[in-house]
Structure formats: structure tokens, C-alpha cells
């Protein structure tokens, strides 16, 4: 995945970009623009792959919009209910994965490189095409799509009929106004869509123009303060129990001479830059003796680690052990994930899966705040 390094420089390559004003939405009645990009199967699309098909239906979409997300179930039964009437459909990525900001990915597992793309496709079985225009965002500038979902559909003769939302509701229950089934039941009727246009609802598209946006905040998070405090067995056990905090609390016991502790250091922090505008709390702790401590504070200070860190305030290693987790052998690197009562979601002795564990931190934020602080991280 990604590491906080290579999202810096991929940003700082593109620096130089200017801000441009957002292209124009295509107007109805607009012939489908060319494309040739590339899908998750690395198979490479034209629009002469989808020539047989009687209706094209094209939806900008993404990994990491929680909108779109909940979006994509439907799209799945959208292509399932009308791929034997002859409609075909196409996901694309719109999104420049430089330019999406760790706390903008905090709604869900994965961000938006196409590596990524190739991981959430087959996580959730998508049963249409899913390609990539995050790299030169040249189609999606064709298309004008303000917002990730975004439905463009087209008829036999690749003319625009309808272009804006699925349905009226990013909550399926909710949803009263089925717009994009509506204007695909028009068409194959030969009938003309009696609602052509609508808004969209969603994440903004992640123009390059957002990357300085990026670097800017990955600055001010480099210049945060990064502090170290000694813990010992009666706070180790509260550090355990979770009692009153109403957080999702990841723990990690790591060293500096824990080789797969150091590796994979950078993205246990980005862990927490992920999540940490919701109900969570990442917690370091230095499996080393007291008298290391200016070591392990350079260390943290190197990674920017601005979390709640610990060492170990007495010399009685195993006394300590015992004290955070019977059921810890004192193996290194060590990781619990607990959920805001104390039980725990995720055990990993050794390297951490981050996918996993991203799959295991999300539900639990969703059980206790579903949309915190949401608005304030998309409002950019």
C-alpha cells in the first residue's frame, strides 16, 4: 500500500500543477466521448468493447467515498437486472490517488491507486468493467462528472440521455426517486427519459489540482508534537480494559531494534491519520527498558508519530506482559484492536495485515459514530 513517503513524493512530482476551472457537465444529446483506459483485469477498454450493447451506462466512482461505497451493491444489481436487456456498464475512477488525503480515506479499507482498485474490485466482486483515469483524468474531464457516484448513460447511437444520481438516497432505505433505472426502463422502451438531469450527491473528484492541498497537510502533520511517556502494569491495564473512552483503540508494542517493527512502522502511523478525526486511538508502546527512552523518542520523532506513545516504565519486562494481556507471549511487534467496551476485534502477532485490520477498525467506527466528522474532511 501506499507508505507517507511515497504519497509526499508522488505529491511533490505534481506540485507544479496549476489549479484549472472544473470542466463543463456534457450536456444531453452529446455524443459518448472516447476513452481507452485501462481495467482492473488489464485488459485495455475502447468503447468498441461495449459496441453490442444497446444502452451504456458510465458511473465515475471510487474506493475511498464512503457515498460511493454504499453505492456499489446497487450498481452490482443495476448490471445484474439489465445485461440481458443489452445494457452495459463501466465503473471509472476519476480520481488522482495523490491527491486524496489519509483522513479522506477514513470511511473505508483501501484509497485510490490502481493497485488498490485491482484489491477492492475483487474484495467485492464487481461484475463490470472497473477502470483507471486517475493518472491523466483526461476522460472524466471529457465527461465533467462533479461527483463520485456519477451515472452518464447513452443510447444505441451513443448520445446522451441521462446523466446524474442512481437514486435519491445514499441510505437504500431511504431512497424514494430511482432515477438511473427509471431512464434505462425509458430507453429500452424507446421511450424518452421523463427526468434527464439530476444532481449528484458524493465526494468531489480529486482533481490534481488537490496534490499541493495534500503536501500542505502532510506538512503541518510533520510539524506536530511528538511525546513519550513511561507506563507501568496498573496503566497497562487500564490501556487494555478501554474503559470509558468510547474509542477504537489499536495498540502497538514494537521496539527499535524489531526489524518487522520498524518496517512497518510509517504505516502504522498512517493508520491513525486515516482515523483518527473519528472515534479512535492509536497507542505505541516501546517494548524497551526505561533507560532507552531517548532512542525510542528519536525514533518517533523521525516518523512523525504525533499518537499516544508509551515505553516501558519498569524493568520487569514480563511483569508488564502479563499486565496488558495473559494471552501475550511478549512476541514483538504485537497488535490488539479493541472496540470502545475492551473486546477485542483484531490479534496479530507479527507484521500486521492493514488491510485486515482496516476491515476490522471501519465497522466498528461505523457502530459507534457512523458519518463523525464526515462533513468537515469533505468539505474541501
Given at each position: 500500500?501506499?507508505?507517507?513517503?511515497?504519497?509526499?513524493?508522488?505529491?511533490?512530482?505534481?506540485?507544479?500543477?496549476?489549479?484549472?476551472?472544473?470542466?463543463?457537465?456534457?450536456?444531453?444529446?452529446?455524443?459518448?466521448?472516447?476513452?481507452?483506459?485501462?481495467?482492473?483485469?488489464?485488459?485495455?477498454?475502447?468503447?468498441?468493447?461495449?459496441?453490442?450493447?444497446?444502452?451504456?451506462?458510465?458511473?465515475?466512482?471510487?474506493?475511498?467515498?464512503?457515498?460511493?461505497?454504499?453505492?456499489?451493491?446497487?450498481?452490482?444489481?443495476?448490471?445484474?437486472?439489465?445485461k440481458d436487456k443489452g445494457v452495459a456498464v463501466v465503473g471509472i475512477?476519476?480520481?488522482?490517488?495523490?491527491?486524496?488525503?489519509?483522513?479522506?480515506?477514513?470511511?473505508?479499507?483501501?484509497?485510490?491507486?490502481?493497485?488498490?482498485?485491482?484489491?477492492?474490485?475483487?474484495?467485492?466482486?464487481?461484475?463490470?468493467?472497473?477502470?483507471?483515469?486517475?493518472?491523466?483524468?483526461?476522460?472524466?474531464?471529457?465527461?465533467?462528472?462533479?461527483?463520485?457516484?456519477?451515472?452518464?448513460?447513452?443510447?444505441?447511437?451513443?448520445?446522451?440521455?441521462?446523466?446524474?444520481?442512481?437514486?435519491?438516497?445514499?441510505?437504500?432505505?431511504?431512497?424514494?426517486?430511482?432515477?438511473?433505472?427509471?431512464?434505462?426502463?425509458?430507453?429500452?422502451?424507446?421511450?424518452?427519459?421523463?427526468?434527464?438531469?439530476?444532481?449528484?450527491?458524493?465526494?468531489?473528484?480529486?482533481?490534481?489540482?488537490?496534490?499541493?492541498?495534500?503536501?500542505?497537510?502532510?506538512?503541518?502533520?510533520?510539524?506536530?508534537?511528538?511525546?513519550?511517556?513511561?507506563?507501568?502494569?496498573?496503566?497497562?491495564?487500564?490501556?487494555?480494559?478501554?474503559?470509558?473512552?468510547?474509542?477504537?483503540?489499536?495498540?502497538?508494542?514494537?521496539?527499535?531494534?524489531?526489524?518487522?517493527?520498524?518496517?512497518?512502522?510509517?504505516?502504522?502511523?498512517?493508520?491513525?491519520?486515516?482515523?483518527?478525526?473519528?472515534?479512535?486511538?492509536?497507542?505505541?508502546?516501546?517494548?524497551?527498558?526505561?533507560?532507552?527512552?531517548?532512542?525510542?523518542?528519536?525514533?518517533?520523532?523521525?516518523?512523525?508519530?504525533?499518537?499516544?506513545?508509551?515505553?516501558?516504565?519498569?524493568?520487569?519486562?514480563?511483569?508488564?506482559?502479563?499486565?496488558?494481556?495473559?494471552?501475550?507471549?511478549?512476541?514483538?511487534?504485537?497488535?490488539?484492536?479493541?472496540?470502545?467496551?475492551?473486546?477485542?476485534?483484531?490479534?496479530?502477532?507479527?507484521?500486521?495485515?492493514?488491510?485486515?485490520?482496516?476491515?476490522?477498525?471501519?465497522?466498528?467506527?461505523?457502530?459507534?459514530?457512523?458519518?463523525?466528522?464526515?462533513?468537515?474532511?469533505?468539505?474541501?
Amino acid at each position: 500500500m501506499r507508505s507517507l513517503f511515497l504519497t509526499c513524493l508522488l505529491a511533490l512530482t505534481a506540485l507544479s500543477a496549476a489549479a484549472a476551472p472544473l470542466p463543463p457537465v456534457l450536456p444531453i444529446g452529446s455524443p459518448l466521448p472516447d476513452f481507452k483506459l485501462k481495467g482492473v483485469d488489464d485488459k485495455v477498454y475502447t468503447p468498441a468493447d461495449f459496441a453490442s450493447a444497446k444502452i451504456l451506462l458510465v458511473v465515475f466512482t471510487c474506493n475511498h467515498c464512503p457515498t460511493a461505497q454504499a453505492y456499489e451493491e446497487r450498481i452490482k444489481r443495476i448490471t445484474a437486472d439489465y445485461k440481458d436487456k443489452g445494457v452495459a456498464v463501466v465503473g471509472i475512477n476519476p480520481n488522482s490517488a495523490a491527491a486524496v488525503r489519509f483522513d479522506e480515506m477514513g470511511y473505508g479499507d483501501l484509497g485510490d491507486t490502481f493497485e488498490e482498485m485491482k484489491i477492492r474490485a475483487q474484495h467485492k466482486q464487481f461484475n463490470f468493467p472497473y477502470l483507471d483515469d486517475g493518472e491523466e483524468q483526461a476522460v472524466v474531464a471529457k465527461f465533467g462528472a462533479v461527483a463520485t457516484p456519477h451515472v452518464f448513460i447513452f443510447d444505441a447511437e451513443r448520445k446522451l440521455r441521462f446523466q446524474g444520481r442512481i437514486d435519491s438516497s445514499e441510505r437504500e432505505d431511504l431512497a424514494k426517486g430511482h432515477d438511473t433505472r427509471a431512464a434505462l426502463d425509458a430507453l429500452l422502451a424507446g421511450k424518452d427519459p421523463e427526468i434527464k438531469t439530476t444532481k449528484v450527491f458524493g465526494c468531489s473528484i480529486k482533481w490534481k489540482d488537490k496534490i499541493p492541498d495534500n503536501v500542505r497537510w502532510m506538512a503541518k502533520v510533520a510539524r506536530e508534537p511528538v511525546a513519550l511517556e513511561k507506563i507501568d502494569a496498573a496503566g497497562l491495564k487500564a490501556l487494555r480494559a478501554n474503559t470509558g473512552t468510547g474509542k477504537v483503540r489499536l495498540v502497538n508494542f514494537w521496539a527499535t531494534w524489531c526489524g518487522p517493527c520498524v518496517s512497518e512502522f510509517s504505516e502504522l502511523i498512517e493508520q491513525n491519520l486515516r482515523f483518527r478525526h473519528r472515534s479512535f486511538e492509536l497507542v505505541t508502546v516501546a517494548a524497551q527498558f526505561p533507560d532507552e527512552e531517548p532512542k525510542v523518542l528519536k525514533f518517533l520523532q523521525d516518523k512523525h508519530a504525533s499518537t499516544k506513545n508509551y515505553i516501558f516504565g519498569d524493568t520487569d519486562k514480563y511483569a508488564l506482559i502479563e499486565a496488558f494481556d495473559k494471552d501475550w507471549n511478549g512476541e514483538l511487534p504485537y497488535t490488539l484492536l479493541l472496540d470502545e467496551k475492551g473486546n477485542v476485534l483484531y490479534r496479530e502477532s507479527g507484521s500486521i495485515d492493514f488491510i485486515a485490520i482496516r476491515r476490522a477498525i471501519v465497522p466498528a467506527l461505523d457502530r459507534v459514530a457512523p458519518w463523525q466528522n464526515r462533513d468537515k474532511v469533505y468539505e474541501r
